[in-house]
């Protein structure tokens, strides 16, 4: 009975182990199509947006206009508080992907926040230190202001991993698109059109591209002002190539340059930045691997290596 049990148990687990297995390898298929899906949601709404911003702007003909960027009623209160620096934090949520207008608010909300909840977690944890063992004053403070530091330090520590991990993956799969681009204007298509038929071709394996240019096409299709859709692609990106890509349409529409020959410059400089960017990584991978083997691998090979002569040499001590 005891042997049915254990092999009932072991099936069980290799069960379980087996649907784990399916399990992780079909999520990172459906967490694409996710991304995809909120990608063409981010892209309709924003068209939605436009279209509105369109029509209340020809209502209120002669009125003070607002840019359609800042028309949205919560960011534009937003940043008549705030000024500059709501106006910084608003770009940081854009290019971290936050799209919410009330994101800027919370951000700066839970800057204030997290230090005083910190603060009072170091205090409830000096309190709880026995009487023998409690700490001097100095480093009682010193405890108490690196909780602040790392209270106020802490949001704007995570939004900034957010753009970094979101422009490397624009930087990696916009070279490609490029070339889409490149072979669709020089057939002939307009500018506009282009833009949004790489934003769906791209929507598969780069859902943040495809965000980024489907909001560009529907800006530059409904503000009929392409250097100001331009302009704001390349705030929402921030650094790379998304922002060098903006900069040089920009500039070639204002010195009556070819576009096409633009967008060839632009993809050998992306695609050497690219490879120049594999090989400092290249570079970099002996020396992150020096220590791994020094730590790992070398104890193994030596005990491989001269065990057998220690286990020889004490088998003829024991014997002699």
Same mark, same amino acid.
């Given at each position: 009975?005891?042997?049915?049990?254990?092999?009932?148990?072991?099936?069980?687990?290799?069960? !379980?182990?087996?649907?784990?297995?399916?399990? &992780?390898?079909?999520?990172?298929?459906?967490?694409?199509?996710?991304?995809? /899906?909120?990608?063409?949601?981010?892209? /309709?709404?924003?068209?939605?947006?436009?279209?509105?911003?369109?029509?209340?702007?020809?209502?209120?003909?002669?009125?003070?206009? #607002?840019?359609?960027?800042?028309?949205?009623?919560?960011?534009?209160? *937003?940043?008549?508080? &705030?000024?500059?620096?709501?106006?910084?934090?608003?770009?940081?949520?854009?290019?971290?992907?936050?799209?919410?207008?009330? %994101?800027?608010?919370? *951000?700066?909300?839970?800057? #204030?926040?997290?230090?005083?909840?910190?603060?009072?977690? $170091?205090?409830? *944890?000096?309190?709880?230190?026995?009487?023998?063992?409690?700490?001097?004053?100095?480093?009682?403070?010193?405890?108490?202001?690196?909780?602040?530091?790392?209270?106020?330090? +802490?949001?704007?520590? !995570?939004?900034?991993?957010?753009?970094? @991990?979101?422009?490397?993956?624009?930087?990696?799969?916009?070279?490609?698109?490029?070339?889409?681009? !490149?072979?669709?204007?020089?057939?002939?298509?307009?500018?506009?059109?282009?833009?949004?038929?790489?934003?769906? /071709?791209?929507?598969?394996?780069?859902?943040?591209?495809? /965000?980024?240019?489907?909001?560009?096409? %529907?800006?530059?299709?409904?503000?009929?002002?392409?250097?100001? &859709?331009?302009?704001?692609?390349?705030?929402? #990106?921030?650094?790379?190539?998304?922002?060098?890509?903006?900069?040089?349409?920009?500039?070639?529409?204002?010195?009556?340059?070819?576009?096409?020959?633009? +967008?060839?410059?632009?993809?050998?400089?992306?695609?050497? +930045?690219?490879? %120049?960017?594999?090989?400092? @990584? %290249? $570079?970099?991978?002996?020396?992150?691997?020096?220590?791994? +083997?020094?730590?790992?691998?070398?104890?193994?090979? *030596?005990?491989?290596?001269?065990?057998?002569?220690?286990?020889?040499?004490?088998?003829?001590?024991?014997?002699?």
């Amino acid at each position: 009975m005891m042997e049915l049990d254990n092999e009932m148990v072991i099936t069980l687990v290799a069960s !379980l182990g087996a649907a784990a297995s399916v399990v &992780a390898f079909a999520f990172p298929f459906l967490q694409k199509a996710d991304k995809k /899906e909120k990608a063409m949601s981010v892209i /309709e709404k924003r068209r939605k947006d436009l279209y509105q911003q369109t029509r209340e702007a020809a209502r209120n003909k002669g009125k003070e206009s #607002v840019s359609a960027k800042d028309s949205m009623s919560s960011l534009f209160r *937003f940043q008549q508080l &705030a000024g500059k620096m709501g106006e910084k934090v608003r770009d940081k949520m854009l290019q971290a992907g936050i799209r919410n207008p009330k %994101a800027p608010l919370r *951000f700066m909300i839970a800057r #204030v926040i997290l230090p005083v909840l910190f603060v009072g977690l $170091a205090i409830l *944890f000096l309190s709880k230190v026995p009487e023998e063992k409690k700490l001097s004053d100095g480093m009682a403070t010193v405890i108490l202001l690196t909780s602040a530091l790392a209270g106020f330090k +802490m949001p704007d520590i !995570l939004v900034k991993n957010m753009i970094q @991990k979101r422009q490397q993956e624009l930087n990696l799969s916009f070279p490609d698109s490029l070339d889409m681009m !490149l072979i669709c204007v020089q057939g002939g298509i307009g500018l506009e059109q282009t833009i949004e038929r790489v934003a769906t /071709e791209v929507a598969e394996h780069s859902p943040i591209l495809a /965000e980024e240019l489907g909001i560009l096409s %529907a800006e530059m299709a409904m503000l009929n002002d392409r250097r100001r &859709a331009l302009q704001d692609f390349a705030r929402r #990106v921030g650094s790379g190539a998304g922002k060098s890509f903006a900069t040089a349409l920009i500039q070639a529409e204002q010195y009556g340059t070819s576009i096409s020959q633009a +967008m060839r410059v632009m993809s050998e400089e992306l695609r050497d +930045m690219r490879m %120049a960017e594999a090989e400092r @990584k %290249a $570079a970099a991978l002996p020396p992150k691997l020096t220590v791994p +083997m020094i730590l790992f691998f070398l104890p193994s090979l *030596f005990i491989i290596i001269l065990g057998p002569a220690g286990i020889k040499a004490a088998a003829a001590g024991v014997g002699g």
